[in-house]
């Protein structure tokens, strides 16, 4: 376990900390979803309660390793200015920390709230240069780490900062390890990952991992057909990546070896094209047409997965079951959603695409816990230690 706010004495004392301000803009610089922020609003308002004196930091987009407006947190201060009103102040430095800058943080009063701008506008920090972690430590006498959707990377607002301050996570940082974490260290069993997207290659270090922990796996989504062709199935012009078949067919026999059950889909929603619009059925993984695609899981599959499902007391979600972009492709996906949903035990959603796919289809508030990171909860299903977890003081 790692220490956490409520561990340190925080009244009084200089506070910087890594947030996930990487909002979606649009061409005009509007934030489109600002849930991020919204996220992070407990740990800020709860250092302003102990009367902390406040730093924030994050990254937004990728702007080259110099200043680029276009990437300036200016959108965030604006919200930010919204909530906090005349306690938060943005300080919009190219170079993110200049003496002006240590001086008006120097002066910062309790409960006050600086943010500075985009770190990476400048080149150390995604170096990890520990010139520029000196430079944000020099700010503060506490670190907190708030940016769960970062902690895969070791830079200088991440990792390199806690060289020189002792870290403490904050409570969204602390809601992902413990919900992440603990679900899938300590399961109530039966224990279910569900598998699914697009790219095999990229999901073989979770799975392998995740073959040590559940006792029911299941795969879908594009990645099934590798299976499939695996185990000589003829799966037409569905997603193949002919590389990963071995690979496949080794998790196929741990699986196997460990008395796991893995379910693969037993029929699936084929069509001509890769379009919404195109020609489709329903047929069973043995009969699909040379010149078809499989876009969905099947109407038997579902019902087989849906039965798993019933039966779990934890469930892991990563990767959706088909192309759920394309409404007539999304039912699968939407089926398996919802059997989550009536799940009355652990369910975790990790994975951009999945968990976009839980929030479109109004599920969002039955799930026990959606992960805010993408990279950084497949590296941690993968059994990773996070960087920028792992620079947090101990418990
Ligand atoms: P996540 O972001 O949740 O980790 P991925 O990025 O791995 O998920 O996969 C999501 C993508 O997989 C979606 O864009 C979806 O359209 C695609 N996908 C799912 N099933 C299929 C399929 N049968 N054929 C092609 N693409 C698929
Ligand atoms: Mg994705």
């Known amino acids: 376990m790692k220490k956490t706010i409520k561990d340190v004495n925080v009244s009084g004392k200089r506070v910087i900390v890594r947030c996930d301000f990487n909002v979606p803009l649009d061409e005009k610089g509007n934030i489109t979803d600002d849930s991020r922020i919204t996220a992070s609003l407990p740990t800020i308002q709860y250092l302003v309660d102990k ?87 020099g700010l503060a006498d506490i670190f907190v780490n708030d940016a769960f959707g970062s902690a895969h990377r070791a830079h200088c607002s991440t990792a390199g900062i806690a060289e020189y301050l002792p870290g403490v996570s904050g409570f969204l940082m602390e809601k992902e390890l413990e919900f992440l974490g603990n679900t899938v260290e300590n399961p109530k069993r039966p224990f279910l990952a569900i598998m699914g997207g ?71 929603w084929a069509a001509k094209e890769f379009s919404n619009d195109a020609e489709k059925i329903c047929c069973a993984i043995d009969s699909i047409p040379p010149d078809y695609m499989g876009m969905d899981i099947g109407i038997k599959t579902v019902e087989l997965f849906g039965k798993e499902i019933e039966n779990a007391a934890t469930i892991v979600w990563n990767g959706p079951m088909g192309v759920f972009e394309m409404p007539e492709f999304a039912k699968g996906t939407k089926a398996i959603a919802e059997k989550l949903a009536e799940n009355e035990g652990t369910t975790v959603i990790g994975g951009g695409d999945s968990a976009a796919a839980v929030r479109q289809f109004g599920f969002a508030g039955k799930m026990t816990h959606i992960s805010t990171g993408g990279g950084a909860s497949m590296e941690f299903l993968e059994g990773k230690v996070l960087p920028g977890v792992a620079a947090l003081m101990d418990r």
């Open 51 to 137: 009367g902390a004196h406040i730093l924030l930091l994050s990254h937004l987009g990728r702007p080259k390793g110099e200043a680029d407006m276009k990437y300036s947190l200016l959108p965030v201060a604006q919200m930010l200015s919204g909530v906090f009103g005349s306690d938060f102040m943005f300080y919009s430095s190219p170079f993110v920390v200049d003496d002006e800058a240590k001086r008006v943080a120097a002066h910062l009063g309790p409960g006050q709230i600086m943010l500075l701008e985009n770190v990476r506008f400048r080149w150390e920090e995604t170096k990890n240069e520990p010139s520029f972690s000196r430079e944000l430590a």
């Open 198 to 268: 697009a790219k095999v290659g990229d999901k073989i270090p979770v799975i392998e991992n995740l073959l040590n922990k559940v006792d029911a796996l299941i795969i879908g989504g594009g990645m099934a057909y590798t299976f499939l062709k695996a185990q000589g199935y003829e799966i037409g012009r569905s997603l193949l990546e002919e590389d990963m078949t071995n690979m496949a067919l080794s998790m196929l026999s741990k699986a196997k070896v460990r008395g796991i059950r893995l379910l693969l889909p037993v029929d699936v």
